[in-house]
């Protein structure tokens, strides 16, 4: 199997080419953070037919171990499989999917994205004894389970599950029971026996979070926490589905109430649509892992992490994205490349500039881009950037209406440039004006 390592510990996680959206954290029995998604490779369409598994022991050093899992070793993905519950109950359609049928419904056919039936989408995976467990959906509504003697697969001999849907997730309580989720739309659970295979008899539970109730679209993640179950999902609670919200329950069976909001990362791409990710405690703190989408499309998504943090009862302290995430501010005389952009407004977009340089592409007047954060020791009196084309870009610091500074870029030469700004730490704003071809692909502050 083909092994990469890389060092990163801010957002995106990983190189500019790994796009790996839906990310499932876990920390295994050997003390690493393992991460499960897909895999986006297409323009037009979410997700392939390989899953990669990541994993960290400091989330800063990460490992690529290579394709753990192919549709291609699922020989049952095109036949028939008896299923519990229907994929989508079309005699209560929800208020979304609703908009949605809508929205696609053109001269009255319905005009869905067509998906080859052999794509995998989003993952889970757990650890029973010395087996590890990977729970997979295709985007023939299949679910199934493979298993390896290594939390990074490969994983063999898949079997079907009988239920339809997507987004599985799996949970084990510290009574040693699983548990099965998954659903769109509605969100469905059930026991897993001992054999981590088969359901319980008589376990189902339907519409256990639903997006009535909960503003629930898709995308299930359990953890526990003391005595309370989290239940983390793609939301709709601001319209489109962009944020991570969860509900709480002291049952893993529910019922669940609605709790709040994580994460959103609608103003990560113009094209930003949707969000799913997971909780997990590392080496003692708690981040969220999350993705973005990049290149104006609703794909390409890229995995982010950011530390949360939690109040007395329980709830979760809403964060923002960051560039930083899990790692430190940048500082003086430090590169800061471009597609570290954690918030975009206007037409820019992140995107490939050439070969494997990524950066700000797409700008139009008026487009502002967001950096947090950075951390100065001392004043800085000096701005320099990299970048092709023509324009202005004024620098705003902590969304104040003073400027603090700007740079002059004329057919990537920097003409002029002047900035003045306080020690200590800062949300950077970047916005463009007299822009001509204008592609941003790094920046530094410095003190001389």
């Not at 949605?100 to 993952?123: Q, S």
């Not at 493979?146 to 490969?154: M, S, Y």
């Not at 329980?314 to 430090?334: L, N």
Request: hydrophobic letters at 35%; proline letters at 5%; aromatic letters at 12%.
């Amino acid at each position: 199997m083909l092994m990469l390592t890389f060092k990163d510990c801010r957002n995106p996680v990983l190189p500019v080419n790994y796009h790996i959206p839906d990310p499932e954290a876990h920390v295994m029995s050997d003390g690493r953070v393992y991460v499960y998604g897909s895999l986006d490779l297409h323009d037009d369409m979410f997700c392939s037919t390989a899953y990669h598994v990541i994993s960290s022991h400091n989330m800063v050093d990460w490992v690529d171990h290579g394709v753990s899992f192919q549709s291609k070793d699922v020989e049952w993905i095109y036949n028939e499989v008896e299923t519990a519950g229907p994929v989508i109950d079309f005699s209560n359609l929800t208020p979304f999917l609703k908009k949605m049928i809508e929205r696609d419904t053109k001269n009255g056919k319905l005009e869905i994205p067509k998906f080859p039936k052999d794509f995998l989408f989003a993952p889970d995976a757990i650890q029973k004894n010395e087996s590890y467990y990977l729970y997979f959906c295709t985007s023939g509504n299949k679910e199934g389970v493979a298993i390896a003697d290594k939390p990074t697969g490969p994983f063999h001999n898949p079997i079907p599950l009988p239920c339809s849907g997507i987004d599985p997730a799996v949970f084990i309580d510290k009574d040693g029971q699983a548990y099965y989720f998954w659903g769109q739309f509605y969100a469905h659970a059930a026991k897993l026996k001992e054999n981590m295979v088969e359901f319980e008899e008589n376990s189902i539970v339907y519409n256990l979070i639903t997006e009535q109730q909960h503003f629930f679209h898709e995308g299930s993640s359990i953890r526990r926490r003391g005595d309370l179950y989290y239940f983390v999902y793609s939301s709709i609670v601001r319209g489109k589905p962009t944020s991570l919200a969860y509900a709480t329950s002291h049952s893993p069976l529910g019922p669940f109430e609605y709790r709040g909001v994580i994460i959103d990362n609608e103003r990560c791409d113009p094209s930003s649509w949707n969000n799913h990710g997971s909780i997990e405690e590392v080496n003692g703190q708690w981040y969220v892992f999350y993705h973005r989408c990049s290149r104006r499309t609703k794909q390409w998504r890229r995995l982010c992490i950011e530390p949360i943090y939690f109040n007395e009862d329980g709830t979760i302290q809403e964060v923002v994205m960051t560039s930083q995430g899990a790692g430190r501010p940048f500082v003086e005389d430090e590169d800061i490349e471009a597609y570290r952009a954690c918030e975009l407004k206007g037409n820019v977009y992140i995107a490939p500039i050439h070969a494997e340089l990524e950066g700000l592409t797409g700008i139009s007047e008026g487009d502002e881009a967001v950096f947090r954060y950075v951390e100065w020791d001392s004043s800085v009196n000096n701005i320099s950037v990299t970048a092709t084309g023509s324009g202005l870009i004024e620098i705003i610091l902590d969304d104040d209406d003073d400027r603090s500074g700007y740079v002059l870029v004329a057919d990537g030469v920097v003409i002029t440039s002047s900035i003045s700004a306080i020690a200590g730490k800062h949300e950077v704003k970047l916005q463009f004006t007299d822009v001509k071809d204008l592609q941003l692909i790094s920046l530094r502050f410095a003190t001389y």
